[in-house]
């Protein structure tokens, strides 16, 4: 089966621009997790998609959003960028169900300058 | 307030040998476990996991231990070998909105594996 699929994987852009992140899952797999890597806060819990909802939500403000769509390949939108946005975010998937560990893809390199 | 600490931010161990990496976890509410191996470059590679309810699962050369009285992890890699030389992440979650993929990980430790 072909991995988790990230596009793209640089990005650099101004600040208060907005930017779309792509993520398409593992073949099968039904949740869709993002999460957020900084040199300074390691890894960090955006959201959670399972069946096109948003099952778990973490501690980011609302600028950071995301939607899964019906063959569940996953979004996420970061509106008005700050510097502080630049990291590296990784997308993951699992088959959706406890206890499945999750696969995550190689990451989009987001710079804000 | 980190609630996964991984105290140690690199290992250094000779290719054959044991490599141990250790983890601490402040929640309570945490009952599912997981490594994760990352490289430059990549994204994080999942190893194994633990579930609170047992104390210890082995996958190969790789082996995880909870001590929930001690809100400890550790994972054991025997033999280690020179390709095992990444970045290991500790992860852990509690069950929410029905799933366990809210994962709070670790800050990491650098294992070096030597010839």
């Known amino acids: 089966k072909a991995g988790v699929t990230q596009t793209p994987r640089y990005l650099i852009k101004t600040r208060g621009q907005q930017v779309t992140l792509s993520c398409s899952p593992i073949?099968?797999?039904?949740?869709v997790s993002w999460y957020q890597q900084t040199p300074g806060q390691g890894l960090q819990f955006l959201f959670e998609?399972?069946?096109?909802?948003?099952?778990n939500k973490g501690n980011f403000p609302g600028r950071f959003s995301g939607r899964q769509f019906s063959n569940s390949r996953s979004e996420m939108n970061v509106s008005t960028l700050e510097l502080g946005d630049s990291a590296l975010y990784l997308c993951?998937?699992?088959?959706?169900?406890?206890?499945?560990?999750?696969?995550f893809g190689n990451g989009t390199r987001l710079t804000v300058t | 307030d980190q609630q996964v600490k991984q105290n140690s931010p690199s290992l250094s161990v000779q290719e054959g040998r044991i490599s141990i990496l250790n983890c601490d976890y402040t929640?309570?509410?945490?009952?599912?476990f997981l490594w994760y191996k990352k490289y430059p470059a990549e994204g994080p590679t999942f190893l194994i996991s633990?579930?609170?309810?047992?104390d210890k699962n082995e996958d190969g050369r790789f082996t995880v231990f909870l001590n929930k009285s001690a809100k400890h992890l550790s994972l054991h890699i025997v033999p280690s070998q020179p390709g095992d030389s990444a970045v290991y992440f500790c992860?852990?979650?509690?069950?929410?909105?029905?799933?366990?993929?809210?994962?709070?990980f670790g800050k990491g430790t650098l294992l070096t594996v030597n010839p």
């Open positions: 993951a998937s699992s088959e959706g169900g406890l206890g499945s560990p999750l696969h």
């Open positions: 992860a852990a979650s509690a069950k929410s909105g029905g799933s366990n993929y809210k994962l709070t």
């Open positions: 929640n309570s509410m945490f009952d599912y």
């Open positions: 073949s099968g797999h039904r949740s």
């Open positions: 633990i579930s609170s309810i047992k």
């Open positions: 998609y399972f069946s096109e909802t948003q099952r």
